[in-house]
Each structure stands twice: as structure tokens, then as C-alpha cells.
């Protein structure tokens, strides 16, 4: 069997496209959804990713603002800076990009966003409200793979999904928005002894690791749903997920590529948390 492709770029363009409707309303309403990027020093990475924030909201309508700091900026400052945006009106989400320079902690740099402007999902607060299915804002990027496996017309009520990875910003919080569905869930970590047996059984294995050929052929049971949130670099310098996608392919019946897969789905779900976010302020006035 070969495997139907769940095109992110495809999903991802009709979210924004959803997305720049939204907008334009709430906008004839008078109110501009805004989003500010707090950047840190001058880590290459997170320059591009931000730059992508940027221009992605602009060209679904919202408005975007790069803030950039000295690497050398102190905790204290950034706090007070977080304290300013949770206090502006016209600002609906904040977003501080990680990682912070090593003397910064984090975690009370993210407790300091405002929940109700936490368009990135990692506050506590945030995090609270998906474990007890209450409304809050989630976590883009396992929020852009649920919408993905919705987007096939995936039913999970009863089925066995195997995530494998357990971060904070996806492991875990996949596993909740599937245990949300009614799906039965397991987390697994790379080092679980005998992966391969967990994998067998599972209807729907997200990959969430950040190694490469972590799930092979062999691993998967023919005509499950893969959903690769890997970015990693092969031997050639290649942009590649955690999946071997032409192995998996041959056995799975959904699979998501990389690139053009998780990753633009995260990028649209951005948006589509800080419309939201600029939603939920407009109602409250
Ligand atoms: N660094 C890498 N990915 C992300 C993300 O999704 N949000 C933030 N804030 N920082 C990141």
C-alpha cells in the first residue's frame, strides 16, 4: 500500500485563508489583531523563525511586531517589557521565542505572559486548561497535527494512538488533545524498550523525538495514520523529520512529509490562536 499524503502546506493555506476572513472582520469592527515577537540575542534559527511569524501574519492581515533585545539583557528587563505588552489594549498575543539567553529563566519568563495573550500555549495556565478540557489557548504545534488528522476525517474515539516524545510543548499536549477525542494514548520516550511493539499496535503514531529514522517500516501497522513533527538535518545537510518517510510509506495509510507537512501547520496555528486571542478581547470589552 502507499500511503495518502496529508499536504501541510494545502491545510495550512486554507487555515490562513480562514483565517484572513476572520481577520477582515474583526477588523471592520475596528479592532486589528496584533502579535508581539519578543526576540532575545541573536540565535540564527530563531531569527528565521521569526522573520517566517512576521510575514506570515502580515499576509493574512495581522499585524506583527519584531521586538529585538541584546543577548546580554537582563531577566528583570524582559519581565518588565512582558509586563508592558500584558498591559497594552491593542497588543492580543505575546510571544517570547525560545530559547532565552542561558542566564534568563524560561519558565517565569513565559508565567509572566498574560494567559489571556499566551498565543503559544506554554503557560501553565494554558497547559491547565487543555489537561482539564477547558477552553484556553493550545500549544501550535500539536495543535496544527490534530487538525491534520481531522482534515482526512479521521475518527479516534477508541482507537490507539502512540506518541513518542514527551515534551512539554508537544509530547504531552498531544496526548491530552487526543485523549480529548476519546482516543487510548501512550507515551513513549525514545529509550522505551521495545518501541517497535508499542508502535505495532497503534491506529496513529506521532513521532515527536527529533532524531531521525526513529519510526521505520517495520514499526507500523499497515494503514495507520504517521504524523512526523521531526525537523532534522541528514548526512546531505537535508531537511528531514523523524519518520523514514519512504519506508513508512509503503505500509501507512496517512503520512505527513517533511518539509511541507507539521511545520506550516504549526505557523497557521499561530495565527490562528492570535485571532482568537484578539476574538476573545473584542467580546470582553
Ligand atoms: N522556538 C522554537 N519553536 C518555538 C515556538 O513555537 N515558540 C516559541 N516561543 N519559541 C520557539
Given at each position: 500500500?502507499?500511503?495518502?499524503?496529508?499536504?501541510?502546506?494545502?491545510?495550512?493555506?486554507?487555515?490562513?485563508?480562514?483565517?484572513?476572513?476572520?481577520?477582515?472582520?474583526?477588523?471592520?469592527?475596528?479592532?486589528?489583531p496584533?502579535l508581539?515577537?519578543?526576540?532575545?540575542?541573536?540565535?540564527?534559527?530563531?531569527?528565521?523563525?521569526?522573520?517566517?511569524?512576521?510575514?506570515?501574519?502580515?499576509?493574512?492581515?495581522?499585524?506583527?511586531?519584531?521586538?529585538?533585545?541584546?543577548?546580554?539583557?537582563?531577566?528583570?528587563?524582559?519581565?518588565?517589557?512582558?509586563?508592558?505588552?500584558?498591559?497594552?489594549?491593542?497588543?492580543h498575543g505575546i510571544l517570547v521565542?525560545?530559547?532565552?539567553?542561558?542566564?534568563?529563566?524560561?519558565?517565569?519568563?513565559i508565567?509572566?505572559i498574560a494567559p489571556a495573550k499566551d498565543v503559544d500555549g506554554f503557560h501553565v495556565a494554558s497547559a491547565g486548561a487543555l489537561m482539564?478540557g477547558q477552553p484556553g489557548f493550545w500549544p501550535c504545534t500539536p495543535f496544527g497535527?490534530m487538525?491534520?488528522?481531522?482534515?482526512?476525517?479521521?475518527?479516534?474515539?477508541?482507537?490507539?494512538?502512540?506518541?513518542?516524545?514527551?515534551?512539554n510543548i508537544?509530547?504531552?499536549p498531544?496526548?491530552l488533545m487526543?485523549?480529548?477525542?476519546?482516543?487510548?494514548?501512550?507515551?513513549?520516550?525514545?529509550?522505551?524498550?521495545?518501541?517497535?511493539?508499542?508502535?505495532?499496535?497503534?491506529?496513529?503514531?506521532?513521532?515527536?523525538?527529533?532524531?531521525?529514522?526513529?519510526?521505520?517500516?517495520?514499526?507500523?501497522?499497515?494503514?495507520?495514520?504517521?504524523?512526523?513533527?521531526?525537523?532534522?538535518?541528514?548526512?546531505?545537510?537535508?531537511?528531514?523529520?523523524?519518520?523514514?518517510?519512504?519506508?513508512?510509506?509503503?505500509?501507512?495509510?496517512?503520512?505527513?512529509?517533511?518539509?511541507?507537512?507539521?511545520?506550516?501547520?504549526t505557523?497557521?496555528m499561530l495565527l490562528v490562536n492570535t485571532l482568537t486571542a484578539a476574538e476573545n478581547a473584542?467580546?470582553?470589552?
Amino acid at each position: 500500500m502507499t500511503a495518502a499524503l496529508i499536504d501541510g502546506n494545502a491545510l495550512a493555506q486554507s487555515i490562513r485563508t480562514d483565517v484572513a476572513g476572520r481577520t477582515q472582520a474583526l477588523k471592520a469592527r475596528g479592532i486589528t489583531p496584533r502579535l508581539a515577537i519578543v526576540l532575545v540575542g541573536e540565535d540564527p534559527a530563531s531569527q528565521v523563525y521569526v522573520k517566517h511569524k512576521v510575514n506570515d501574519s502580515q499576509q493574512t492581515g495581522l499585524e506583527a511586531t519584531l521586538e529585538r533585545f541584546p543577548a546580554d539583557l537582563t531577566e528583570a528587563a524582559l519581565l518588565a517589557h512582558i509586563d508592558k505588552l500584558n498591559n497594552d489594549a491593542a497588543v492580543h498575543g505575546i510571544l517570547v521565542q525560545l530559547p532565552l539567553p542561558k542566564h534568563m529563566d524560561a519558565h517565569k519568563v513565559i508565567e509572566r505572559i498574560a494567559p489571556a495573550k499566551d498565543v503559544d500555549g506554554f503557560h501553565v495556565a494554558s497547559a491547565g486548561a487543555l489537561m482539564v478540557g477547558q477552553p484556553g489557548f493550545w500549544p501550535c504545534t500539536p495543535f496544527g497535527c490534530m487538525k491534520m488528522i481531522e482534515s482526512i476525517g479521521y475518527n479516534l474515539r477508541g482507537k490507539h494512538a502512540v506518541v513518542i516524545g514527551r515534551s512539554n510543548i508537544v509530547g504531552k499536549p498531544m496526548a491530552l488533545m487526543l485523549l480529548q477525542q476519546n482516543a487510548t494514548v501512550s507515551i513513549c520516550h525514545s529509550a522505551t524498550p521495545d518501541l517497535k511493539a508499542m508502535t505495532l499496535q497503534a491506529d496513529v503514531i506521532v513521532a515527536a523525538v527529533g532524531k531521525q529514522n526513529i519510526l521505520t517500516a517495520d514499526m507500523v501497522k499497515p494503514g495507520a495514520v504517521v504524523i512526523d513533527v521531526g525537523m532534522n538535518r541528514n548526512d546531505q545537510g537535508k531537511l528531514c523529520g523523524d519518520v523514514d518517510f519512504d519506508g513508512v510509506k509503503q505500509v501507512a495509510g496517512w503520512i505527513t512529509p517533511v518539509p511541507g507537512g507539521v511545520g506550516p501547520m504549526t505557523r497557521a496555528m499561530l495565527l490562528v490562536n492570535t485571532l482568537t486571542a484578539a476574538e476573545n478581547a473584542s467580546k470582553s470589552v
